[in-house]
Structures are given as structure tokens and as C-alpha cells.
């Protein structure tokens, strides 16, 4: 029994020295690139768009009545206006036939026209306008996909001496993140090229209506906000998404994240002390697989590990518990024990679909020998 623990002060003695004459560096060599672009905005595009289709197919009209004195031959129709207003103007009375009809030298001609210049017209005039802006530019931004690639290349050089026996390291290692994301947000099932083109093809198609035909013709000025809260604004519900865009674009900041970071430096912190942990790690294994003792078992370079690792948890945390690690300890066991038998059950499907494929050939073989006989 005093020859065990003799031998266990002995391991933790050698360990320390180990660790005491260690002269490491980890140099870290780092390439890092991150697109991140707000997709946001497509959905509430796509989301308003077809409530400004049912406004451009139904335009808001209303009816100008143009009034003109006019000789009596070139007046168009005579309505009740026109007669009321020549009660009102006898001076446009040429004479008065002797069976009493009135016959007129100049008469009101009312003319009555259709127009779409309408306050509400010209609001979503001047929401497409800005839109078709708001949709080149950020096109634009956010031209690509969204991605993240983290180069990073490690070299670890270390050396220590335990009881004159000297030790060396030296490791290299290439570690690449890539993650990209072509679907431009979450739920998408078209990638970001297909939804910006349909978009364009919709927000392209608008420019074509009578709406937008008749009043880019006639020069109509832009609304300015706050917006007018019209009875069709307020009651409408294609009217109040218009709104809502409207609002939406006025007030839109980038969520864009775009970060590049290109640095060589030598880390003197947590990840050089796992490198330097798994130096020691790699020497006490090495140490008991060499070691002709018989008494130094699997279960021993096993514990001395265990030992070890809990000793830098310990060092990490100081309020941790034993209760804590072994619910660390048993949900890693959980999933390595589930790893286990995902890669056991795939095994075994491999080995069951080789055996159909042979016994399938060899069913093959016999019909055809058969046939030839």
C-alpha cells in the first residue's frame, strides 16, 4: 500500500516537473472573413407586394369637371348646368323667338373628365419610386451570399526536461471554418439570386401600369411624411400595408455585418495551456506504455488522466463540485456511448446491404448458368 502511494507522489512529482521546465510557444496565424447581410427586408417586400397589386389593379379615380364658355354651335351638350348658368348670365341671350325659345350666343360647356391625381395615388407613386431606389441599393450591398471563413493555421513548439530525460514537440495544425448560407433568411426555400429576381421582375411590372404610366406623365409631385391620414389610408387594408412599407423604408438602418481580421501573434492563454495539457497527456501516456513495470495497467494511465483532467477543472473553476463533474462526466459518457452505437448500427447496415448485393450476384449467376444449360 505504501509503494502505491510512494508511486503516485512519484507520478505527480514527475508531472510538476514536467510542467516546471516546460518552455512553449503556440504561433497563431489567423484569416478571418464574415459577410452577414440583413435579409429582412425581402420578406417585408415580399410580404407588401401583393397588397400594392390590388391597388394598381383598382386605381382610386375621381371625376373633373372643366367648365368653358362657348359659342352655342361648338357646345358639345347642354345640361342642366349650362341652362342654370345662362338664367344667370342674360347678357349671353342673343335673342328671344316670339314663341318664347331662347336662343343663346354663348353657352357653358361643362366638359367631364376621369383623373387618377389623387393624394393616395400619388402616395403609392412615390412609395414605388422610392422602393425601385431602396431595391437597387440593396442589391447592391448585399450582392453574394451571406458566409463566414475562419482560416487559422497553429504551431506548437515546446520543450521540457524530466530527470535528465529531454523532451520535445512539434506540431502543426490547419484549421478551416466555412459556413454559407445561400437562402437568404430562414424559412427560404428559393436562394437569394432566385427571390431578388422575382422581386425585381414584380417591382419592374408596377412601373408598367396605368398608374404609374398616367402620372409619370403628368409630372405629379411626390408626397412628403408624415402621411396624410386619408379615409382610404386609415379604413383601407392594401392601403395601410402601403403605409407600413412607407414607414418601413423611411426608417431603415443596415443590420449588414461585414469583418475581416488578418493577424499573426503568438496566444499566451487558454489555448496554448490545452496544447500544453495535451503535451503532458501525450507523456504520461507514452511514459506507462513504455514502463516495464507490471503493475502499470490501462485502468492506471487511465485514472492518471482523469486525474489530471479534473485538476485543471479544478483550476478553472474553484467552485465546482462533485456533483458538477459527474454530470459532466456522465452526459459526456451519454454521448460517446450514442456515438458508439450510431457508428455500430451503420456498420452493420453496411455489412447487411453488401451481403443482398453478393447474395443478389450469386442469384444472378445460377439463373444464368441454368439458362445456358
Known amino acids: 500500500m505504501d509503494r502505491e502511494e510512494d508511486k503516485e507522489e512519484e507520478v505527480l512529482e514527475e508531472d510538476d516537473l514536467f510542467l516546471h521546465n516546460l518552455n512553449s510557444t503556440l504561433f497563431v496565424k489567423r484569416d478571418y472573413d464574415e459577410k452577414q447581410f440583413d435579409y ?7 410580404d407588401t407586394i401583393p397588397y400594392i397589386d390590388n391597388i394598381l389593379r383598382n386605381p382610386k379615380r375621381f371625376i373633373i369637371n372643366e367648365e368653358e364658355i362657348v359659342k ?29 325659345d331662347v336662343k343663346p350666343s354663348k353657352i357653358l360647356n361643362i366638359n367631364k373628365e376621369e383623373s387618377m391625381d389623387t393624394y393616395e395615388n400619388r402616395f403609392i407613386y412615390t412609395l414605388l419610386n422610392d422602393l425601385r431606389f431602396f431595391f437597387e441599393q440593396r442589391t447592391k450591398d448585399t ?8 482560416k487559422r493555421n497553429l504551431a ?11 523532451l520535445k514537440i512539434s506540431l502543426n495544425v490547419s484549421d478551416v471554418t466555412k459556413n454559407v448560407n445561400d437562402h437568404a433568411g430562414d424559412s427560404a426555400t428559393m ?6 429576381k422575382k422581386l425585381k421582375t414584380q417591382i419592374d411590372g408596377f412601373f408598367g401600369t396605368e398608374l404609374m ?14 402621411i396624410k391620414k386619408t379615409n382610404v389610408i386609415l379604413k383601407n387594408p392594401n392601403f395601410r400595408k402601403a403605409e407600413a412599407l412607407w414607414n418601413y423604408l423611411q426608417t431603415y438602418q443596415s443590420k449588414d455585418k461585414k469583418e475581416k481580421e488578418k493577424r499573426d501573434y503568438f496566444d499566451k492563454g487558454v489555448l496554448k495551456d490545452e496544447y ?26 487511465m485514472n492518471q488522466m482523469i486525474q489530471r483532467l479534473i485538476d485543471n477543472l479544478l483550476e478553472t473553476d474553484l ?6 463533474i459527474g454530470e459532466m462526466f456522465d452526459k459526456q459518457l451519454s454521448l460517446m456511448k450514442e456515438k458508439n452505437a450510431k457508428r455500430t448500427k451503420r456498420i452493420y447496415q453496411i455489412m447487411d446491404e453488401r451481403l443482398d448485393y453478393e447474395n443478389k450476384s450469386m442469384r444472378d449467376l445460377v439463373e444464368l448458368f441454368g439458362k445456358e444449360a
Open 40 to 46: 429582412e427586408w425581402m420578406e417585408i417586400l415580399e
Open 72 to 100: 352655342v354651335e361648338l357646345a358639345r351638350k347642354v345640361t342642366v348646368e349650362s341652362v342654370i348658368h345662362l338664367t344667370q348670365h342674360t347678357n349671353l341671350i342673343q335673342k328671344i323667338e316670339d314663341n318664347g
Open 143 to 150: 450582392s453574394g451570399i451571406s458566409y463566414c471563413l475562419d
Open 156 to 166: 506548437y513548439e515546446a520543450n521540457t526536461k524530466v530527470y535528465g530525460e529531454d
Open 191 to 196: 436562394s437569394y439570386a432566385d427571390r431578388i
Open 213 to 226: 404610366q398616367i402620372l409619370g406623365k403628368l409630372h405629379v409631385s411626390p408626397v412628403r411624411s408624415p
Open 276 to 301: 500544453d495539457q495535451a503535451f503532458l497527456m501525450a507523456f504520461i501516456a507514452n511514459r506507462n506504455y513504455m514502463s516495464s513495470s507490471t503493475s502499470t495497467t490501462e485502468t492506471n494511465i
Open 319 to 324: 467552485e465546482l463540485t462533485e456533483d458538477k
